[in-house]
């Protein structure tokens, strides 16, 4: 086979030649259609005709069954794809693995492209791809472009598309585990019409309500030849194509048919179809013909035929692939870059890109913001996410806190619209205790005035009759405009301007789940969106801070357990385990309230939503904290059934774990609060609050050893959570300012001991600890008392010195880090941790990978891109250049990295790992990730 070559051509396209025979990698589209048009996810690798998976909102309603990455380089070959073409009595199909011949993947921001040329057959074929925007059903656009290199006229037959195509219905779980018995329900409708419509007859629940489906899988295509638009065969039956080769390797009817003939009685139910076309092609010299097909999603067979004859169309198809490319690159554009290195200007708008499809891309209607494009990052590799990208105009999905919040930090600087709205939107969600529920869904909208929504819709609406009630509940703008589009409601003004006055006039809800355990690094990024607002808007960071008094509490049916609740005697140890439980109590509470469910109320629980200010946010975030140190005084305390950052450790928190960074972080939260907080003003706070900071401000007060301050604070905060499980009294308390400002030196005071006993105790910044009981007593009831703790740090992890060096701003850290384990010196970089080998298992995930491979001793370039940008902070100028051009992807050599160099991974194997000819390139995960 012929070697692979990388480049970025003339047209800013990265380039990988004979891409079959380079290493595997995964990457996908972007999954944005515009405001008004409904998304598509697709996911592609570099074999065979690339694309692996495809579908709309989820791999529920996959069109091409999602695969794992390990799978869907086996699959794709086969199962997807495919261009079968017979030209003077040879059969040949572009694009095979073993082929000679060679070929080329070229990658933008937007499509992609496929090459390949065949010399002996005097051929070349063109394979483009992209998503469909700005239309109400998701859809993805191949074109086959077939030209003829010969010096005379040729005869040419073809069949091109997929051999399987999922029906409508038929979700991941079934496609895993039931595909033999859930395809005897399958059904192809519209086939006499040349746009086979694929879904199940019902839906496949083993329940006594039968359900109808609507919604479907389509397929349509057409030629393209001599400038006119000319019709296909469709095949849905793969046996018509495939005989009895079941492998779906070879073709066989094809290639044995004297003349393939498409037969008017295709089988159309009962089995798994296939979405083919077929064309018999005349070309003459140099001359050349196009395939084009779509296939999609829509809500009916009625939209199908409705729109079909539409998207069957050459000019319609190359307005969308303009429509596409002007979408993506003025997305970006808003990250444009004019530097001396091309790699470098293409690599920061992509990255761009790639933070907007995690935090989402706040538009403008008129005074406030909205975001759009957003969700969680599943793809191929990282197959347990469950990622959403919902089909609907103003299209948003699903995310986790943590990930949402980091990519919204400098969103206020591309677009001060954005202004205070991701503080109410983060800080709303941080509970009484501190924690916050990890799954965030899009945003929600209802009018409450019912006049008022009756005015709204009149105004924009010919013929209004009883819409307005569908804008009195909680609902998503984007699912209510498109709503609107399908009955065909006809405006009086426009969709936009309904849109804004909506926005205008809406409360807004941000739905969120629990889902999991608390992250004890959640709260902090907080301080950062913080900074960034500040930033912009300096004369309005006191109003936020101290004038408004519109902040809430969310209201979380789960809670965290007491010690007596969590510690267990396993054999002749103790562990914390299962220390998050579903309270029945709360989600009868919360379950019987009829809006803002999750808004902790007055009267513990019983009386009205409670609002608050945002200082006095902070104030209760920064008690929680102060509660939370281990038993050293060093690190916050993981007691909750998740870490920090680092999610690979895993078992960490059952060891009684803690965290050096978030000691770091909550130092540097209550100086930002201490900076901005007046002598003179007063706050006022839940009396539970004002009371749960009275004791340990006097704690912080006492000169306690380490283990008496973890069990007295522990005890205070177990109590503190006891009184408010169910709400507050709604009975407030004053602070002044002076005194709030005591407290928060007392908890600098704190953090800086913890600090300065882990330099003088392990000599270095060590971010985590293991916690190990050295003595316990159990209670008749089978209760664990812990008496001692035995600290144990585990080996370096950058994560801690990114932090020290964005609070300490120490510069011997450069130098540390430097000489530490964690510098890789054969490739110049830095590894997330050090050697993890004599470490117990029980840490977590990290400590099964391979050294140097994903989660254990990789390239993280997530932190270490953190530890370039601390760097600049502390002002290490000639460091951080001095590391740029062998730290970030685009000065990278694509040879080694094996894919674009335009591209973020989110691991590097280091030279840790054992294979060496793995070291430098992309550890299997190819997330494209922005940091």
């Not at 090459?115 to 394979?127: A, H, M």
């Not at 303009?322 to 001396?340: D, P, Q, V, Y």
């Not at 804008?471 to 209510?480: D, E, H, K, S």
């Not at 220390?579 to 989600?587: A, F, G, Q, T, Y």
């Amino acid at each position: 086979m012929l070697k692979p070559k990388y480049y970025i051509s003339k047209a800013d396209e990265f380039v990988i030649e004979n891409y079959n025979s380079a290493p595997t990698f995964a990457s996908f589209f972007p999954g944005i259609a515009g405001v008004f048009g409904c998304p598509m996810w697709v996911f592609y690798a570099n074999r065979g005709q690339c694309i692996t998976s495809a579908g709309a909102n989820d791999k529920d309603r996959a069109i091409i069954e999602f695969q794992p990455a390990n799978k869907a380089y086996r699959c794709v070959s086969l199962n997807c794809f495919r261009t079968f073409i017979k030209i003077d009595g040879k059969f040949y199909e572009p694009f095979r693995e073993a082929s000679d011949n060679s070929n080329a993947m070229r990658i933008t921001s937007h499509d992609l492209t496929l090459t390949e040329t065949n010399q002996q057959l005097k051929l070349k074929i063109k394979v483009n791809y992209f998503t469909i925007p700005n239309e109400q059903f998701p859809a993805l656009a191949r074109i086959v472009t077939i030209t003829n290199l010969a010096n005379k006229p040729r005869k040419i037959e073809v069949i091109d598309g997929l051999p399987i195509v999922v029906p409508y219905g038929f979700n991941n779980d079934l496609l895993k585990r039931l595909s033999q018995t859930i395809e005897a329900w399958a059904e192809v409708l519209n086939l006499e019409q040349q746009a086979p419509f694929y879904k199940l007859k019902i839906s496949p629940a083993d329940v006594s309500a039968t359900e109808l489906i609507d919604k479907g899988n389509f397929f349509v295509s057409f030629c393209h030849l001599n400038g006119q638009d000319q019709p296909t065969n469709a095949i849905v039956e793969p046996a018509l194509v495939f005989g009895q080769n079941s492998s779906l390797e070879i073709p066989e009817n094809f290639v044995s048919a004297k003349t393939f003939n498409v037969t008017a009685n295709q089988q159309t139910q009962g089995f798994t179809p296939s979405a083919f076309a077929y064309k018999s092609l005349s070309l003459l010299a140099n001359d050349s013909a196009e395939l084009c097909s779509i296939i999609g999603q829509v809500d009916s067979l009625k939209e199908l035929n409705r729109v079909k004859n539409k998207i069957s169309n050459r000019k319609y198809l190359a307005q969308k692939a303009s429509e596409n490319r002007s979408l993506i690159h003025e997305i970006c554009g808003m990250m444009s870059t004019n530097s001396a290195i091309r790699s470098f200007d293409l690599y920061s708008s992509q990255t761009f890109l790639d933070n907007v499809m995690r935090g989402g891309l706040p538009i403008s209607l008129g005074d406030k913001s909205l975001y759009l494009y957003y969700r969680k990052h599943g793809d191929m590799e990282r197959d347990y996410n469950d990622f959403k990208l919902m089909p609907t105009y103003f299209s948003q999905g699903n995310g986790n806190y943590r990930d949402i919040n980091q990519n919204r930090r400098n969103d206020v600087f591309f677009n001060p619209d954005v202004a205070e709205s991701n503080l109410f939107r983060f800080f709303n969600l941080i509970q009484l205790d501190g924690f916050n529920p990890l799954v965030v869904f899009g945003s929600k909208f209802w009018i409450k005035d019912i006049k008022l929504a009756k005015n709204i819709i009149a105004k924009h609406i010919k013929e209004p009759d009883d819409i307005w009630q569908n804008i009195t509940r909680p609902f998503i703008l984007g699912v209510f405009l498109k709503g609107l589009d399908e009955a065909e409601i006809a405006y009086k003004t426009s969709r936009q301007e309904l849109a804004r006055d909506l926005i205008a006039s809406a409360d807004m809800e941000e739905s969120s789940v629990h889902q999991e355990g608390f992250w004890i690094d959640h709260s902090f990024y907080n301080t950062d969106l913080l900074e960034s607002f500040e930033a912009v808007y300096p004369e309005k960071i006191g109003h936020a801070l101290f004038e408004r008094k519109d902040f809430i509490f969310f209201d979380n049916d789960h809670v965290v357990l007491p010690r007596k609740g969590k510690y267990r005697l396993v054999g002749n140890t103790v562990r914390q385990y299962e220390s998050v439980r579903v309270d029945p109590e709360k989600v009868f509470l919360i379950n019987n309230r009829k809006q803002d469910r999750h808004v902790v109320r007055k009267n513990f629980g019983q009386g009205k939503p409670y609002y608050t200010s945002l200082i006095a946010k902070l104030l209760t975030i920064i008690a929680n904290k102060a509660a939370s140190f281990d038993a050293q005084g060093i690190g916050l305390e993981m007691e909750a059934d998740k870490p920090d950052w680092y999610d690979a450790l895993n078992g960490l928190p059952a060891l009684f774990g803690s965290s050096l960074s978030e000691t770091l972080e909550l130092k540097r939260l209550a100086k930002y609060i201490d900076q901005h907080l007046p002598d003179k003003v007063t706050i006022d706070l839940p009396i539970e609050i004002k009371n749960f900071i009275n004791k340990i401000s006097h704690q912080l007060g006492q000169t306690l050893d380490p283990f008496s301050y973890w069990d007295t604070t522990y005890a205070i905060k177990e109590a503190f959570r006891q009184q408010v499980r169910l709400g507050i009294s709604g009975e407030e308390a004053k602070i002044t300012g002076q005194a709030a400002k005591a407290f928060l030196a007392q908890v600098i005071v704190k953090c800086d001991q913890g600090i300065k006993t882990c330099l003088k105790k392990y000599k270095n910044y060590h971010a985590y600890f293991i916690n190990e009981v050295a003595d316990y007593e159990v209670d008749k009831n089978s209760q664990v008392t812990v008496k001692k703790f035995l600290q144990k740090p585990l080996p370096l992890f950058l994560e801690g010195f990114v932090h020290a060096l964005k609070v300490e701003k120490d510069k011997k850290i450069y130098s540390l880090v430097k000489q530490s384990p964690l510098y890789d010196n054969k490739l110049k970089m830095y590894k997330v941790n050090a050697s993890l080998k004599d470490t117990p298992i029980e840490i977590g995930r990290a400590r099964i990978f391979t050294p140097g491979w994903l989660e254990n001793e990789s390239i993280w370039l997530h932190m270490e891109y953190k530890y370039l940008l601390e760097l600049l902070k502390a002002g290490l100028h000639d460091e951080f250049f001095g590391e740029l051009k062998q730290v970030l992807v685009p000065f990278m050599d694509p040879k080694k990295y094996k894919r674009s160099i335009l591209e973020n991974s989110s691991f590097i194997a280091s030279s840790a790992h054992p294979n060496k000819e793995k070291h430098g390139r992309l550890c299997g995960q190819a997330v494209r990730r922005g940091s």
